[in-house]
């Protein structure tokens, strides 16, 4: 028979340890205490301690390394339909260096016309990145700041939000919508286009366990760039 208060720690324990790797306090690679400290700064059994490290190595928060420690697991996005990719390893796959350029950054609400929850605060941003000298893509994104607060201290000048986000924050969920447009003329101008030229958006929002995470929307040109997938058997494909 389990205990009450054992039980009630367990999930104090499990909860503040998530809360951490959630917010950023510890990043993805960051070797945790051992259960030993946190079995004495808790006041419960290593046996606890070890209970929630194991539960949350099963859901992917965590990596045990034998004789090396519990390190915080970096995001295993890749499991998903559709993998999310990184508009820098896009460019690099091509040969070419990738650049980018922050255009907008505002903290504000979001409001009836925004993708994310009414009222919820978040970043917006806006990025041109470049292959080489050529404009590559144009990203417009919110990030919900209640579900990821570390990113109010970020400075995405100097790294990308999309990079950044993959490496620091799991989600669970993810949705792509992709379309052919004309880009606003504004963004055709930005990518070195004439008005009404076609280009390919892709519109993505990510969750972690129902929670909004961020909302992003990628135009490329469309004569540079298209969407190659490779299937299996088992139906799971994965953009090349």
């Not at 324990?13 to 990043?27: A, Q």
């Not at 499991?79 to 255009?103: K, Q, T, W, Y």
């Not at 620091?168 to 949705?175: D, G, H, K, L, N």
């Not at 490779?230 to 139906?235: E, L, P, T």
Request: charge should be positive; include cysteine; charged fraction near 25%.
């Amino acid at each position: 028979m389990t205990d009450g208060r054992s039980a009630t720690l367990h999930d104090r324990i499990l909860t503040e340890v998530r809360d951490k790797i959630l917010r950023g306090h510890w990043p993805a690679g960051h070797r945790i205490p051992i259960e030993t400290e946190m079995a004495t700064d808790y006041g419960v059994s290593r046996m606890t301690v070890n209970k929630v490290l194991t539960q949350l190595t099963r859901e992917g928060y965590l990596e045990r390394r034998r004789k090396g420690g519990t390190f915080v697991a970096r995001p295993r996005g890749q499991s998903a339909v559709m993998a999310i990719p990184n508009i820098g390893d896009e460019v690099r796959a091509r040969g070419a260096e990738h650049r980018f350029a922050l255009v907008r950054h505002v903290r504000r609400k979001a409001g009836p016309g925004d993708p994310l929850p009414v009222g919820a605060e978040v970043l917006e941003l806006e990025y041109l990145h470049r292959a080489d000298d050529l404009p590559f893509c144009h990203e417009w994104r919110q990030i919900n700041l209640a579900a990821v607060p570390a990113a109010a201290e970020v400075d995405f000048a100097v790294v990308s939000a999309g990079a950044w986000l993959q490496q620091q924050v799991p989600w669970s969920t993810a949705e792509h919508v992709i379309r052919a447009v004309a880009p606003p003329p504004s963004v055709a101008r930005a990518l070195g286009l004439s008005a009404g030229s076609a280009c390919l958006e892709v519109e993505r929002r990510t969750e972690f366990e129902d929670q909004p995470i961020t909302f992003v929307r990628l135009i490329y040109p469309g004569t540079h760039h298209q969407l190659v997938a490779r299937f299996s058997m088992q139906g799971q494909f994965a953009p090349g």
